[in-house]
């Protein structure tokens, strides 16, 4: 592997940023739908490809950019989703295009735009700048913002909007809370670029301003946790689910969300390494528990499928938050492997979503029935990412729901009541539309699904190969992560 990388004109990292941003150029010239599909789907496998070889060739940190064993964990992960969502999203787009509802252009928009969001998405968790980072996310919320209002419906408009004004309030307070950053490293570390390398933050934060550093966490918590759509930061999460293509939903969920929680456990490690600083991990755990139990109570009112599973969004990244606001090597370990679950199952649920509304031609709850009788396929595999995100054995995410579980009842055991709670609040909602919507007769129209299942079934796959069995140089690698992150 390493005779391979050395043949390579670049280096794999620089070919992670570059490559989906030269892809994104290229699709917004080039007119056709089958080209370009197929060249978005062969840029976000190359981006996976050299992503992986970041496992095994570690370059040293650039100007801007470097690579450690946390950010390895999103950007393989991120470049695998972004991957298999370019698969489903051809055969999704195709039948938007058939049916009138995209054109031609918003066609070579939107698939510009899809490695436009993958660049930003990458950019953001190599950079080893701390203001490019805040670039990045920015950027990757601008293209969001435009691919959620490609149907150009009011509903579409409306929510574009919403997300945008939203968005920039967080992102204004995440600018605020770097800029806060910046000025307690400066006389430590002194004026200029460098006071904003992450590389040099980390090795000198024990001699910055603790009084700085705590308020502009308390900012870039609030900034960065609208991106990941913690309560009460949420609103714009449900209408961005909603009224966008069904693949942004899957990236949103899947991808967008992790990049805006890589950037708050960041910032925690630079408050970690300095003893005088208060510790982060309240504020986390408070959010994150009051994510989860709205989003659980919030998931019973939900007449729209979409809004439905973006709630349980909503509800999953307040559980990640609370591992990682609770810290430790256990809870860290828990946190990053419940990520990746939420982010395979989740992806795999908006998959099967997509298809169901376009088979159905709607997204209403009350107007989807039977699913297992008329479209068997969907159905069942729909059942088995319900039972999947809702926490059931033998999958993924059961397994690191108990590890969160475990870990709050050795060292909280008050904190565990409210946080069991609201998992059971979540599992009995979910349960119930699902009982409704897999099962019974079959009700409505009953059109032939076209997207590729390949996908939806890979994902479901390695969340049910998780819930069974882990490499152990997965577990090592994690293990390692956690202790990282303190």
């Known amino acids: 592997m390493t005779t391979i990388l050395a043949l390579l004109p670049f280096r794999p990292v620089d070919g992670v940023i570059a490559l989906p941003a030269i892809a994104a150029l290229l699709l917004a010239a080039l007119p056709g739908r089958r080209r370009?599909?197929?060249?978005?789907?062969?840029?976000?496998?190359?981006?996976?490809?050299?992503?992986?070889?970041?496992?095994?060739?570690?370059?040293?940190?650039?100007?801007?950019?470097?690579?450690?064993?946390?950010?390895?964990?999103?950007?393989?992960?991120?470049?695998?989703?972004?991957?298999?969502?370019?698969?489903?999203?051809?055969?999704?787009?195709?039948?938007?295009?058939?049916?009138?509802?995209?054109?031609?252009?918003?066609?070579?928009?939107?698939?510009?735009?899809?490695?436009?969001?993958?660049?930003?998405?990458?950019?953001?968790?190599?950079?080893?700048?701390?203001?490019?980072?805040?670039?990045?996310?920015?950027?990757?919320?601008?293209?969001?913002?435009l691919m959620v209002g490609i149907y150009r419906t009011h509903d579409a408009l409306e929510a574009a909007w919403k997300y945008f004004i939203l968005g920039s309030v967080g992102i204004a307070l995440a600018l605020f809370g770097t800029i806060l950053v910046y000025m307690a490293a400066q006389p430590a570390i002194g004026e200029g670029e460098k006071a904003m390398v992450w590389t040099v933050l980390v090795a000198e934060a024990s001699k910055f301003n603790p009084e700085l550093l705590n308020v502009a966490f308390v900012f870039l918590m609030l900034g960065y946790g609208t991106k990941v759509g913690l309560a009460p930061l949420h609103a714009w999460l449900p209408d961005a689910h909603a009224e966008g293509p069904t693949p942004i939903s899957a990236v949103l969920s899947g991808l967008l969300l992790n990049v805006a929680l890589y950037a708050l456990l960041r910032f925690k490690m630079l408050l970690a390494a300095n003893p005088q600083t208060v510790a982060p991990g309240p504020l986390m755990v408070t959010l994150g528990l009051l994510s989860l139990i709205f989003a659980g109570f919030m998931l019973y009112r939900r007449r729209d499928i979409k809004r439905l599973f973006a709630y349980s969004s909503i509800e999953h990244m307040g559980l990640?938050?609370?591992?990682?606001?609770?810290?430790?090597?256990?809870?860290?370990?828990?946190?990053?492997?419940?990520?990746?679950?939420?982010?395979?199952?989740?992806?795999?649920?908006?998959?099967?979503?997509?298809?169901?509304?376009?088979?159905?031609?709607?997204?209403?709850?009350?107007?989807?029935?039977?699913?297992?009788?008329?479209?068997?396929?969907?159905?069942?595999?729909?059942?088995?990412?319900?039972?999947?995100?809702?926490?059931?054995?033998?999958?993924?995410?059961?397994?690191?729901?108990f590890l969160i579980v475990s870990s709050t009842f050795a060292r909280a055991p008050l904190l565990a009541i409210p946080l069991v709670f609201g998992l059971l609040v979540a599992f009995g909602a979910l349960v119930l539309r699902l009982t409704d919507v897999a099962f019974g007769e079959p009700e409505g129209p009953s059109a032939p699904v076209d997207a590729s299942y390949l996908p939806m079934v890979a994902h479901l796959v390695l969340v049910l190969t998780a819930g069974l069995w882990l490499p152990a140089p997965l577990v090592a690698w994690f293990q390692h992560v956690a202790r990282m992150l303190g």
């Open 320 to 401: 990640v938050t609370f591992a990682f606001g609770m810290g430790g090597p256990l809870a860290n370990f828990a946190g990053l492997l419940h990520m990746t679950m939420h982010s395979l199952t989740k992806s795999a649920i908006f998959f099967a979503v997509g298809q169901i509304a376009q088979a159905k031609g709607t997204q209403r709850l009350s107007e989807i029935r039977g699913l297992t009788q008329s479209h068997p396929m969907l159905g069942w595999s729909l059942v088995v990412g319900v039972a999947a995100i809702a926490g059931l054995p033998p999958l993924g995410i059961f397994m690191s729901e």
């Open 36 to 145: 370009s599909a197929a060249i978005n789907v062969v840029a976000s496998f190359l981006t996976f490809l050299l992503a992986t070889t970041l496992l095994v060739e570690r370059p040293a940190p650039g100007d801007y950019v470097f690579v450690d064993d946390l950010n390895v964990v999103f950007v393989v992960l991120g470049t695998f989703v972004g991957f298999t969502t370019s698969i489903f999203s051809a055969s999704y787009i195709a039948h938007e295009i058939d049916a009138g509802k995209l054109s031609p252009g918003q066609l070579r928009f939107y698939h510009g735009m899809y490695q436009a969001l993958a660049f930003a998405m990458n950019l953001g968790l190599l950079a080893d700048n701390i203001g490019l980072m805040w670039v990045a996310v920015e950027l990757a919320t601008l293209t969001t913002v």
